[in-house]
Structure formats: C-alpha cells, structure tokens
C-alpha cells in the first residue's frame, strides 16, 4: 500500500509539472526540492552534517548557501530526467569537449570497450544523452528503485534518454558483461557508499568505494575515462568535459585517481556534487571487522 501510495503521488506530481513549460518547469523544479523535499525529508540536515565533517572551515555563508541550493540542483535534476524530450533537445546542444573524446572514439574505431565514469555531480546523464546522440554506443548502469511500481516508470523514462540500459541485478550484471565483450561503451556512477567496496579517499576522508569499474576496465582491457556534465550559470545547459583515460594499473589505484578527480570537479562547484549521501558512513561490515581485531587483539 505503501508503495501504490508513493508511486502515485510521485506520477502526480510528475504530471503536475509538465504542464509548465520545460524553461520554466527546471527552475521550479529545483525550487520545490530545495525549498519544501529537502527541509520536510531531512537533507538539509544530511548535506550540513557531509560539509561540518569534510570541509569543516568553509565559511558560514557559503555553507548556507550550499545547503539552499545542492537541493535545487538535484531538484532541477530530476525534473530534467522525467522530461526526457526536452532534456534529449537540450543534450543535442551540448558542447562537449577535452581529451577524453579522442580517447573514446578511437577505442570505438579499435572495437575497444571503455567505460565512462562520473558522480552524481552536474546532471551525469547529459554525458550519456550528449553521446548517444552523436553516434556513440552508450550503455547505462542503474541500480534499480526500491519500489517497484514506480521503478517501471523510471526505467521507462531514462529508456526515452537512450538504451541499452542495465541493471545491477544478475541477470543486468550479466547482459552488461556481453556488451563490453562486444566492444560497447559503459557509463557508471561510483561515488555512492559501497559496503563491500575499497577504504579509499575522498576529501581526505575515509569513503568505502566500489573497485568495480576499474576491475572491469582491466578485464575488458577497456579505456577508462572520467567524465562530467556541469551545469552552466545558466542553470539549463551544460558542458559535457572527458578527461584524459586513466593508464591501467592495479583497480585500487585507479578507483583513487577516479575519487580524486571528481573532488577536484566538486571542489570547483561545491553546488552541483549530491551532498546528501551518506558517503563517508562505515558499512556494517567494517564495524564488524574492527570488533574482531579488537576482539583478537591480546
């Protein structure tokens, strides 16, 4: 029931704001999560707590400012997403430029994998959508939602952005697997928690993070490019920028170049990274793993 309840709101609210028009729908898109989800769901708490623990002297102005308006990116985000023809025309517009294109492209005329790894930073899927669109082979990976009826509706919706898609279930894994066997390209997102992940850093801190994009660029032999979409001033248009691939070593040095360099693009826009994740929380796991050296230690 619960779920039947959520999902239908949520398709409302959907509908809702597609009778504005999309230049006006984005904007109040961010000013509804900003000023009424964030306060009502807690994420203003989360996103100050993120900044008083990795970036504890930033100026109280501007973390103020971070907490208003981290929500209205991600609310702009997701308004964009559920808009996928308009978000589709934008994409087509997009400048996207630096050194990671040539890569790319050349490991595409080779019938060479590579994979494209980004953050929830900017609006990620402008990378997907931008590429897609001048002729690359994009597949996505997506970790399905947590309700199910409202999960068809997103899959339906970032289908419209661009296909194959592929879940983080077996059976997605799997078919993800055959596709850069074939030489496709792979863009994935790795700066959420990762229980089984790798103690790494991120803003000098302890982030568990998941070796699995690197692993299977060494698999593959696939290039492994880090990419983003900042939003521009504008708040509606974007630069899609590819960096340099990353030279092949062990996956724990590369998931760390790959931290590295989505701080170095979140500390250049503070506002456009997705603060409210819980990044730097220890798993379950590795608390259990201290008691037992404890436990061990004489």
Not at 59 to 85: F, Q, W
Not at 98 to 106: F, I, N, S
């Amino acid at each position: 029931m619960r779920h039947w309840t959520e999902n239908a709101g949520i398709r409302v609210l959907i509908w809702l704001l597609h009778l504005i028009p999309y230049r006006w729908r984005v904007p109040f898109g961010g000013w509804l999560f900003s000023r009424l989800v964030a306060p009502v769901a807690g994420y203003r708490r989360r996103i100050r707590a993120n900044l008083d623990l990795v970036v504890p002297d930033l100026d109280k102005a501007e973390k103020a400012r971070l907490v208003r308006d981290v929500p209205r990116n991600i609310g702009r985000t997701v308004t964009e997403l559920y808009s996928p023809d308009d978000f589709l025309a934008v994409a087509r517009r997009t400048e996207i430029s630096g050194p990671g294109l040539a890569a790319l492209e050349q490991a595409q005329a080779d019938g060479r994998p590579a994979i494209l790894v980004s953050g929830h930073f900017g609006n990620y899927d402008a990378v997907r959508a931008g590429l897609l669109h001048r002729g690359h082979r994009i597949g996505g990976l997506y970790r399905p939602m947590n309700n199910r009826l409202f999960n068809a509706h997103y899959v339906a919706t970032i289908s419209r952005i661009g296909t194959p898609l592929f879940d983080r279930g077996r059976r997605g894994l799997g078919q993800m697997m055959r596709f850069l066997r074939g030489g496709g390209t792979l863009a994935i997102l790795i700066d959420q928690r990762m229980g089984n992940g790798a103690p790494l850093r991120f803003f000098g801190h302890t982030a568990w993070t998941a070796l699995s994009a690197a692993e299977l660029a060494l698999k593959y032999d696939a290039a492994l490019i880090p990419c983003y979409a900042i939003r521009r001033p504008d708040g509606m248009t974007f630069d899609v920028v590819l960096e340099a691939p990353l030279r092949h070593s062990d996956a724990e040095t590369m998931t760390q170049a790959l931290n590295d360099s989505l701080e170095a693009q979140v500390r250049a826009h503070m506002d456009q990274w997705f603060w409210l994740h819980k990044r730097w929380k220890m798993p379950e796991s590795a608390h259990k793993q201290v008691a037992r050296t404890k436990e061990q230690t004489p």
